[in-house]
């Protein structure tokens, strides 16, 4: 018996939820659909669902850290796809999102109709670029974005609560773990980072957040 289809949908705006929701619901014979508007609630469903089919991923749900989330869930479900939607629809947005391990990119100001296309190609097995960004090559990462992406799944986790300002037995309750174990990966993040402190581990992390630059694909 196949298993029902399952998608995930990480956005903070109900009404974009719904819009998703409603492309997607008429338009598959057995799917799943969940919701999640934070980073908390998506964690959770990720923990429950790890055998999700797909990830429909805003680059700007709180507490994502821009590009971070992207290559956390890369790192700790490489089996999953993920297409990030996004408001901000640049060519040097789109190139990272694919590089840093996205499926897809469809950006907000898409038709119903396309963002069907889209999502039908990803769960195909194929890549899915807006228009005018086919030809581009995906943009190489930086020294520091490469460091970041060599952190393990638990270490890049524990970096971006260090982002959210959690002290390390809040951090340690949260996981599971002990203070000295938080240490350990402290450590061990700040020497793979090159850097000596928490702040300046956030200040290396704070590379792949988003240019809050919005240009259009069109504009370009």
Known sequence: MLQPLKIIIADDHPLFRQALINI???????????EAE?????????????????????????????????ISIRNCFPQMGVIVISGQEDKVTVSKS???GAAGFIPKSTTAAMMLQ?????????????????????VEADSMSS??????????RILMM??????????????GLSEATIKAHAS???????????????????QLQLDK????????
């Open 162 to 175: 260090f982002a959210d300002g959690m002290l390390n037995k809040q951090i340690a309750y949260d996981l």
């Open 38 to 70: 934070t980073i908390s609630e998506l964690d959770k469903l990720l923990s429950e669902h790890d055998d999700a089919d797909l990830l429909l991923l805003d680059l700007n749900i709180p507490k994502a850290h821009g590009f971070n989330t992207l």
């Open 24 to 34: 997607l619901a008429p338009n598959f014979d057995d799917v799943l659909l969940f």
């Open 147 to 156: 460091k970041i992406m060599s952190l393990s799944p638990r270490q890049h």
């Open 188 to 206: 061990a993040i700040f020497l793979k980072l090159g850097v000596h402190t928490r702040t300046q581990a956030v200040i290396a992390m704070s």
């Open 118 to 138: 889209a999502i039908q190609s990803v769960l195909a097995g194929k890549q899915w670029l807006p228009e005018g960004c086919s030809n581009f090559d995906t």
């Open 98 to 100: 694919m590089s840093f």
């Open 213 to 220: 630059a919005t240009f259009s694909l069109e504009a370009q």
